[in-house]
């Protein structure tokens, strides 16, 4: 193994642009407490069932705004037997240098604190500013099968690499929405709150939806022309205010979503859900070879899929910004046959972006040799790979 390298170091000389240069997880699930020093090299985490490697990924995808990998409440992953309450702080290294960020729950808290640079963030969405993180977790082979909140978050995630604002519409959109809901519950027909509500949903909705469908569009054209080891794959959004952006202009976009959730506010009342919007779209996905939709490929081609379209928005963006997202990928490498195995290590270890793999098996991510930094996982602890 070499040295360690420091922040300066990789600032002037490495190829991630961003990367994790410290990470110290505390009472964390299995981890009373793990520290890391890496560099920007991909990180490999081998180990057996139950070892702490997700956990580890989980910690790691805590970094970006959201709830994490396992999408998780907060109090369970307090570490079990332990006091309560956990912590997870990294030094990450990015193009505008290192940034600190600590992320945890207080004892007894209810909230995510956020820290970043050693002084209290506005909230979780701040952190959209400095981390993206992709991740595929084997929770997600279902991804094309089951309903599409899912298939929404994976898209949204995507839209925060390019557009950290995306994060805070997204939270103000669904904080409007809960509140419009819970007036029409109680029965508040107070007009002149709910149109205010209604006209937050209208402007924060049709952003989300009008950069919905601007990365979809650029990761389609970035996926046409995949002829490697990954199959070419056709997205699009399913969605009532994204085939309303289709045909007319944004302002024309608003008002039509303010008239309709004007007119919904009985029905919605009734049903206790809110009819329209962009919580309701859907990410659509086509093989291109088979011309197939994803839900009929097999869960193999699904996967690959899957891995096409996270390899297809890191390089977009490491072309287009220099920087490409965290990539999370928890045991994704064990599914693949060699080539195609080959051909990911290849890739990750050309993006400017720090991937994390795990798998039960170290020496499939021998060919990683010294491109990569190996680290066993056995009883949440962890360990250079010798
Ligand atoms: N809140 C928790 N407190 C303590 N241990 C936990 C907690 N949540 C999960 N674990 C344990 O952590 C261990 C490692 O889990 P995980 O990281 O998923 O393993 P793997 O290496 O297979 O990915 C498991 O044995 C699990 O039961
Ligand atoms: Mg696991």
Not at 24 to 30: D, I, K, Q, S
Not at 64 to 83: T, Y
Not at 293 to 303: H, N, R, Y
Not at 328 to 343: G, S, T, Y
């Amino acid at each position: 193994m070499s040295a360690l390298a420091t922040v300066e170091d990789y600032r002037t000389t490495g190829p991630a642009a961003l990367s994790i240069a410290r990470l110290a997880v505390t009472r964390f699930r299995c981890y009373a407490s793990v520290r890391l020093t890496p560099d920007a090299r991909p990180v490999v985490l081998a180990g057996p069932n139950g070892a702490g490697k997700t956990n580890l990924l989980e910690a790691v995808s805590l970094l970006s705004p959201g709830r994490g990998l396992r999408r998780a409440g907060l109090a369970e992953m307090d570490r079990q037997g332990d006091v309560g309450g956990w912590g997870v702080a990294a030094t990450i290294a990015t193009p505008d240098g290192p940034v600190e960020i600590g992320t945890g729950r207080e004892p007894d808290g209810e909230r995510r604190v956020v820290r970043i640079n050693g002084g209290p963030a506005r909230g979780q969405t701040a952190l959209a500013e400095f981390v993206s993180a992709l991740w595929l977790t084997p929770d997600m082979d279902r991804l094309f099968r089951e309903g599409p909140s899912a298939r929404r978050r994976f898209l949204d995630r995507m839209v925060f690499g390019y557009d950290p604002a995306h994060a805070g519409r997204v939270t103000a959109y669904e904080h409007a929405m809960r509140e419009r809901g819970r007036l029409l519950a109680d029965g508040n027909s107070d007009d002149g709150w709910l149109s205010a509500l209604e006209e937050t949903m209208a402007a924060r909705g049709v952003a989300i939806a009008a950069a919905r469908l601007e990365m979809v569009q650029r990761l389609t054209r970035a996926l046409a022309g995949s002829d490697g080891p990954f199959p070419g794959v056709a997205l699009s959004v399913d969605g009532m205010v994204e085939g309303w952006l289709g045909g007319g202009p944004a302002l024309a976009a608003e008002d039509r979503l303010k008239a309709e959730l004007r007119t919904a506010r009985r029905r919605d009342t009734q049903s206790g859900a809110t009819a329209v919007g962009p919580h309701r779209s859907d990410l659509v996905a086509r093989h291109l070879a088979k011309d197939m939709p994803a839900d009929l490929c097999s869960t193999g081609e699904q996967k690959a899929m899957l891995i096409a379209i996270v390899l297809a928005e890191a390089r977009l963006q490491a072309a287009e910004r220099g920087v490409a997202p965290l990539l999370l990928l928890d045991e994704v490498v064990a599914h693949l046959d060699e080539e195609r195995r080959e051909a990911l290590f290849d890739e990750i270890c050309g993006l400017p972006g720090q991937t994390w793999m795990t798998g039960t098996d170290a020496a499939l991510f021998a060919p990683l040799g010294n491109r990569a930094q190996h680290f066993s996982v056995a009883d949440a602890t962890i360990s250079e790979f010798a």
